[in-house]
């Protein structure tokens, strides 16, 4: 009888204590829920559509500011990525170049020492600040600038070819804007109502063949 009461009493004491639940231990250990939480959130994958490139306006691109010397644009932008490309007939004067640091299609004119000019050509992504780019639609201008844009023949091709200039500052009901103040940009579109160019800044965005 001894003997039986005996394993009875180890048998009891070897159970113990029930083991507490998964709830009964988040509750005990408030740090466990809140580990418990953030591994039940789904990490957000990066989006290739949260970094917008920089647009073009009529004042400048990225760190690129119309004004600005020659050794501001080297230090911001790299220097001329073809040194031996001639940009002007007389490049002390009147020089255009693509920065080795800038997007391709990309284009600056410096004037006497002081960028006055960028230009998008070619196969260029950037866009400007109202989000037209390379073979954008003149609807698309229209829509975007109204009678702010100013409708000119092209000088080389035939209608419907055209310039479409809209100024910020400085340019409006002028013929020839030659105030260096003044900021506008300039689209220019081919024989397929599309826009083969884009040139923002002061007055040479007025030119039609390079620094002319």
């Known amino acids: 009888m001894l003997r039986t009461i ?10 113990g ?48 500011r119309i004004g ?3 050794r501001d644009i080297t230090a911001s932008v790299g220097a001329d990525s073809d040194p031996k490309a001639v940009g002007g007939p007389d490049p002390e004067q009147c020089d255009q170049f693509h920065p080795v640091r800038t997007p391709s299609g990309l284009l600056v004119m410096v004037e006497n020492g002081r960028l006055t000019r960028i ?3 070619g196969s260029a992504a950037v866009k400007t600040d ?8 003149k609807a698309r201008i229209v829509d975007a600038y109204g009678e702010a844009a ?37 689209y220019e579109l081919g024989g397929d109502n599309r826009v083969e160019a884009i040139h923002a800044g002061g007055p040479s965005i007025q030119y039609v063949e390079g620094c002319a």
């Open 6 to 15: 005996l394993i009875l009493a180890m048998v009891v004491a070897g159970c």
């Open 17 to 64: 204590t029930p083991e507490p639940d998964s709830q009964s231990r988040v509750a005990a250990n408030p740090s466990l829920s809140e580990q418990t939480s953030s591994a039940a959130l789904p990490t957000r994958p990066a989006q290739s559509g949260d970094h917008k490139p920089e647009a073009l306006s009529a004042t400048g691109w990225g760190p690129l």
């Open 68 to 70: 600005m010397t020659v």
């Open 119 to 121: 230009s998008l050509t």
């Open 130 to 137: 109202r989000g037209i780019g390379i073979g954008e639609a």
């Open 150 to 186: 100013r409708e000119t023949p092209h000088k080389y091709e035939p209608a419907p070819a055209a310039y479409l200039t809209v100024w910020q500052s400085g340019g409006a009901g002028e013929n020839y804007v030659d105030d260096p103040k003044a900021r506008g940009i300039v």
